[in-house]
């Protein structure tokens, strides 16, 4: 249902990234316009949330905001311009996939994405501070962490659905004993070293 919209409101959208550190997967993205009729209680950086809170606010945040939308970058993507200029890209294709034109962005960090439609400004540590980065953070993690639980099916025998691909103790005894799967980020240190002895050994 679409939802009326105040011709005095200025859109803001709040865009946050998941899943630059690990080892496996791709990164995530999220753009969110908060409606300032329904504000949403609880919200801050996805990080420090349980699961359960996070789950909870993943489908109020779908249902009270004005628009929000969910992207991400693929690891043969995070392996070609780095993980970086991956989680820009997926920042960009959140925004561009919103169904509201906003009239201002707030990027969570020190760096904007290229090409939007509208004026952007990075904000360090605003998904603890402006409630759309933190919705925006939220979406993306929970979407993140789902898709790991989904490539844990694919993979079994790495745990991803534990560790969601971050370089935990677990995960590195996993890999010592499968190898590098396809969805392992080849351009970070652990898993390129470990395709360098494996291509040393043959």
Avoid at 9 to 34: K, M, Q, T, Y
Wanted: glycine share 6%; charged share 20%.
């Amino acid at each position: 249902m679409d939802k009326q919209i105040s011709s005095s409101l200025v859109l803001v959208a709040g865009v946050d990234e998941a899943g630059r550190g690990p080892l496996a997967g791709p990164v995530f993205a999220a753009a969110v316009i908060l409606n300032p009729e329904s504000p949403i209680n609880g919200l801050t950086d996805s990080k420090l949330l349980s699961a359960k809170k996070r789950a909870q606010l993943f489908i109020e945040i779908q249902n009270n905001a004005l628009a929000w939308a969910i992207a991400r970058a693929e690891v043969a993507e995070i392996d070609a311009i780095n993980i970086l200029q991956a989680s820009l890209l997926a920042m960009q294709r959140a925004v561009l996939a919103l169904n509201l034109l906003p009239e201002l962005i707030l990027v969570d960090g020190n760096k904007c994405p290229t090409h939007l439609p509208c004026q952007a400004q990075a904000i360090v540590k605003g998904d603890r501070t402006i409630p759309a980065i933190s919705a925006a953070s939220i979406l993306a993690k929970v979407a993140r962490d789902h898709e790991m639980c989904l490539l844990d099916q694919q993979y079994p025998g790495y745990d991803f659905a534990i560790h969601k691909g971050y370089g935990t103790k677990m995960h590195m005894i996993a890999l010592n004993q499968l190898g590098v799967s396809p969805i392992h980020r080849r351009s970070f240190a652990p898993v390129n070293r470990m395709v360098a002895e494996t291509f040393r050994v043959k």
